[in-house]
């Protein structure tokens, strides 16, 4: 018995041993960003979304984890100026896109992290836009104390329809792409 109590023990020690090896460094809002990308027939829109909070783990120097919030009250265009861009950061912010006003953030959880080598990491997260959650898969970049990433995020999964080509057959030339594109930087 009194062996068993020292394995118990021994086992507990190490655990806790390799739980505190476990480092969670929390991005710098100011300092990390996103941007996106939207694709129509005419064109393209570009604009950002700010961070919430947000924490990536490290073990042993290793990616193994992160979860982020977006404040999407924050989502605006850059490409526009003046009353065109009060009315497509309007309509981003409205119910037809992401619906801020009763989903105000935006939910990012790492579920699964692969290495590829040389700071590079393939993630599986759950992605949770306007309270639907589904998973998304991209590569990380790892250098010091920055992280990049692009990928692209369908956003009918989400519930966000509007002008999308999947959905309406008659759109022509205002039909807006599926998919958007995030690019994003992380500074810890």
């Known amino acids: 018995m009194k062996t068993i109590k020292s394995l118990a023990l021994a086992l507990l020690v190490i655990a806790g041993t390799a739980v505190s090896q476990a480092q969670n460094k929390k991005i710098n809002v100011e300092k990390s960003n996103i941007t996106w990308v939207g694709k129509k027939v005419t064109g393209e829109h570009t604009g950002t979304v700010k961070f919430k909070e947000g924490i990536l783990v490290f073990q042993k120097g290793a990616l193994k ?51 590829k080598g040389n700071g590079v990491y393939t993630v599986t997260a759950d992605l949770t836009i306007k309270g639907i959650t589904k998973p998304v898969t991209f590569d990380i970049t790892v250098s010091g104390n920055t992280a990049t990433s692009n990928f692209k995020i369908d956003r009918t999964k989400y519930d966000i329809k509007y002008g999308s080509g999947s959905f309406f057959s008659d759109l022509g030339d205002k039909t807006i792409n599926d998919d958007f594109e995030v690019s994003v930087k992380l500074e810890f």
Request: glycine share 14%; charged share 25%; no cysteine.
């Open 65 to 115: 984890g992160g979860n982020f919030t977006v404040d999407m009250t924050t989502i605006g265009a850059t490409d526009l100026t003046g009353d065109w861009k009060q009315k497509l950061d309007g309509h981003l912010k409205a119910d037809d896109f992401f619906g801020t006003a009763k989903f105000p953030t935006a939910t990012l959880v790492f579920k699964k992290i692969g290495s």
